[in-house]
């Protein structure tokens, strides 16, 4: 642990913690944030009626569109000149949302960061490799403190350009590597292209998350590669990354970092919390962040949590992974599917690689889904240029994928065979979802 006097902290003590920083959160953002003043005497408590943990549920929930009303800082706690970095996400869905980080919040985050290295079983003097992007986004410049935090040798690679990559990784031999699973898989197939095999490089771990991924995707990471690979979660909102890990002990659900993070599960139709065990919408109050303080921040990310003592020792409450989002689920003919629960059915299919996009259209009133999957080169090369539809063996395999759609999930899916590569590979997280439905006049 990188720091076991916090990470396997007696659970007695860890709640005595989390009430007194609850306390001064809340405090905090009464006294300093008047959104917070308004919303916290509209539900009519204040901060020193704040007598335990439990008295979280009294208090408003904040949303994603909060913070974005609020654009660009209106949620700060502290006058902009405290604040020593900004990020942002993206705005692709609306307007962006900005968060500021303290010297403090940056040190904090540092110390996450690197436990999360040292969970997947890094160590000082460790050559590393960060493929997170570097810029707005939070993954690039959360790992890199870490790896600094802990003293590796760190390769700030960023996202994108493949062949450098795989040269860097063949020349400075890291032993540790972090990225989107999407885009470190794409990193092995461009080696097997360049005729070598990841699996003899010198990776021994990697920190994969910022994006829905299966355990089929563990595994094939982890046989492609040669390494052992731990989830790794987080949210811009909340930190960025190093909310939760995994350990590479138990690779069984991610350690939360409860000292920091207050953590609830949600009904998220309702609202009304959920018991341990039962898998609902994540909810994360900050307890340490000055700049940027949450309350009840409504994660829309889908996972059970549960607190049960782990083999590494660790404390902390365990969340599992992440099922996929609120507002990513989608209803096929009545069924409820996430995404990347079809990267875990296709995973199983040697024909074809974990390379999709669902595309959504809209025929009348009714909406089709079509799932498009990438066939593996070699079965490209048995078919040659036979368009992939007309093949017999590609119609054959066409049935078989929808009939494993229709057993493992329930849904009736068309599916479209693309030749190797037509699916666009993602430099960060990968886009699954296309949704060209033309907005319905109301
Ligand atoms: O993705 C922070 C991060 C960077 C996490 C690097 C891990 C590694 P955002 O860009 O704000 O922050 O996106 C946060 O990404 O609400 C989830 O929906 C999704 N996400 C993050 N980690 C995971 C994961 C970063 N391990 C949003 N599994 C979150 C599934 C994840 N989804």
Not at 167 to 188: C, M, N
Not at 318 to 344: A, T
Not at 388 to 400: F, I, K, N, P, V
Request: net charge negative; glycine share 10%; with cysteine.
């Amino acid at each position: 642990m990188f720091q076991p006097e916090w990470e396997a902290m007696p659970r007695d003590e860890l709640l005595r913690l989390q009430l007194e920083r609850l306390r001064q959160t809340v405090e905090r953002v009464y006294y300093r944030v008047p959104y917070y003043r308004h919303r916290l005497d509209e539900h009519g408590i204040k901060p020193e009626q704040i007598g335990s943990v439990e008295d979280i549920i009294r208090l408003p929930f904040t949303r994603k569109q909060d913070l974005r009303d609020q654009y660009p800082f209106g949620l700060f706690a502290v006058d902009l000149s405290e604040v020593k970095r900004l990020h942002a996400s993206s705005g692709t869905k609306g307007k962006p949302t900005v968060v500021g980080y303290t010297r403090r919040d940056l040190d904090n985050w540092a110390d996450l960061c690197a436990r999360t290295i040292v969970a997947a079983g890094g160590r000082p003097g460790d050559v590393f490799h960060n493929a997170y992007g570097y810029g707005l986004f939070t993954g690039g410049l959360g790992v890199h403190a870490g790896a600094e935090r802990l003293g590796v040798t760190l390769v700030p690679a960023s996202g994108g350009n493949r062949t450098r990559q795989v040269t860097l990784i063949e020349d400075f031999k890291p032993r540790g590597i972090a990225g989107t699973p999407s885009f470190i898989l794409s990193l092995a197939e461009t080696m097997e292209e360049m005729g070598k095999d990841p699996a003899s490089s010198s990776l021994v771990y990697g920190i994969f998350g910022a994006e829905p991924w299966s355990e089929g995707m563990r595994r094939t990471l982890e046989e492609k590669w040669g390494i052992h690979a731990v989830d790794i979660y987080g949210l811009s909102e909340v930190l960025g990354p190093g909310v939760s890990i995994e350990c590479w002990q138990a690779k069984n659900g991610l350690h939360i970092a409860e000292d920091h993070f207050l953590v609830e599960v949600i009904d998220p139709d309702t609202g009304e919390p959920l018991p341990d065990g039962e898998t609902g919408e994540l909810v994360f109050t900050t307890l340490t962040k000055e700049a940027i303080p949450v309350i009840r921040y409504r994660t829309g990310d889908i996972a059970a949590v549960y607190r049960e003592p782990c083999v590494c020792g660790r404390t902390h409450a365990r969340m599992s992974r992440i099922k996929g989002r609120v507002d990513d689920m989608l209803i096929i003919r009545g069924v409820n599917v996430f995404p990347s629960e079809l990267e875990h059915v296709l995973l199983q299919v040697k024909e074809v690689t974990p390379h999709y996009q669902i595309i959504i259209t809209r025929e009348g009133t009714l909406d089709h889904f079509t799932v498009e999957v990438e066939v593996s080169e070699s079965f490209k090369e048995r078919i040659g240029d036979c368009p992939l539809s007309e093949h017999a063996d590609g119609a054959r395999l066409t049935d078989r994928l929808c009939r494993l759609f229709k057993d493992n999930l329930g849904v009736t899916t068309q599916v479209v065979l693309r030749r190797p590569h037509e699916i666009p590979r993602s430099e960060g997280k990968a886009v699954r979802v296309i949704d060209r439905r033309v907005p319905q006049p109301r």
